[in-house]
């Protein structure tokens, strides 16, 4: 079921399933989308800042909107970032399991068009054992019934 600006309410959770990281998917998007030693090479990992093969902040960013669009809140005409912060605070390794909690930390009503509003999203990407892998606070355009 959609959900419009009405439907929105400020404290609501969404949380995802849990989705499990591969080395070899690490490394292939990696080597597609940024190519450094400790994200393609796990030898060369080991002796780098993160002592091990870690997935890019890229890759993480790109499992959390997989999550949060096929399994978040279904936000009426998609989801629209208007814009937001990203970070993170510790990589995601080979063997995690991830999973999004999405938390709707605000609701405004356009005062200039009445047939839209935005959501801020707290989207906090996290392993099974509760570690931040990645925290997004994003601004989502959201429409009116009518």
Known sequence: MSLYLE??????????????????EIIAFATQFDPQPFHTDPEAAKTSFFGGLAASGWHTAAITMRLLVTQGPEL???TIGAGGELSWPSP????????VRITVESVTA?????????????????SSDGELR??????????ARS
Do not use: C
Not at 7 to 24: C, F, H, L, R
Not at 134 to 143: D, E, G, H, S
């Open 134 to 143: 990645q925290l997004f606070t994003v601004r989502t355009l959201l429409f």
């Open 7 to 24: 439907d929105i309410v400020v404290g609501s959770q969404y949380v995802t399933e849990e989705v499990t990281i591969t080395a070899e």
């Open 110 to 126: 356009s005062k200039s068009n009445p047939s839209r509003g935005s959501t801020m999203l707290r989207v906090e990407t996290l």
């Open 76 to 78: 009426a005409g998609g």
């Open 92 to 99: 995601t390794r080979p063997g995690d399991r991830l999973h």
